[in-house]
């Protein structure tokens, strides 16, 4: 797995490697709701980097991240990098649970899903849960990761949280898997689609 840029989230660093060139594209629709804001937009020759917040949040208080990173000359498969990742994130954590990586196709490309469940961080006082999905584009595989901070639990895939924050939390968590999903693509000149010309925002560009 290569090495460089830390993914930056409320669990901490996973470091990746570097970027994509101008042929394709990683695109991050905009996230459902509230407005969400740049914390971090780096691009550094064929190295990007892209943390998004609500703009309601301050990174002195995060509970919602959304990350995105390319690592360029990956030769191995979305489901081994995502299983990485979450071995990786998961050292992090007293309890935890994993849901995947489970593996698919996408515009023709190889993807892949993922979720970790951490139920209390190790020497902080929450948990975490984090969704995953890597696509691997001709040039760069690229890792999208929708962070959620939670209350620490003993079981980490249910936290427990008041009536309504629970039902409000669980369609924040149905929300990021549609956009995981549906909103969040590669595009390149070789095989042009219509949502491709929208104004959706190419990360790292």
């Not at 629709?29 to 190295?47: F, I, L, M, R």
Request: aromatic share 8%; charged share 20%.
């Amino acid at each position: 797995m290569a090495m460089g840029r830390a993914m930056i989230g409320v669990l901490g660093a996973l470091v990746l490697g570097s970027g994509a060139s101008a042929a394709e594209r990683l695109v991050l629709e905009p996230y459902p709701g509230p407005p969400w804001k740049d914390v971090v937009n780096h691009a550094s020759g064929k190295v990007f980097v892209r943390e998004q917040i609500p703009e309601s949040q301050s990174p002195e208080d995060l509970h919602d991240v959304l990350t995105a990173q390319s690592v360029p000359g990956y030769r191995g498969t979305p489901a081994a990098f995502v299983s990485n990742a979450m071995a990786d994130l998961s050292r992090n954590c007293e309890t935890f649970e994993t849901v995947g990586p489970t593996s698919g196709e996408e515009q023709g490309r190889q993807v892949a899903y993922g979720r970790l469940y951490c139920g209390k961080q190790k020497g902080q006082p929450n948990g975490a849960h984090i969704f995953f999905k890597a696509i691997l584009g001709s040039e760069a595989l690229y890792v999208i990761d929708r962070d959620f901070r939670i209350p620490a639990s003993e079981h980490p895939s249910a936290p427990v949280l008041p009536e309504d924050q629970a039902v409000s939390f669980l369609q924040a968590e149905g929300t990021a898997k549609r956009y995981l999903s549906d909103q969040v693509y590669v595009c390149d000149p070789v095989f042009p689609e219509a949502r491709c010309a929208s104004e959706a925002v190419p990360t790292g560009r």
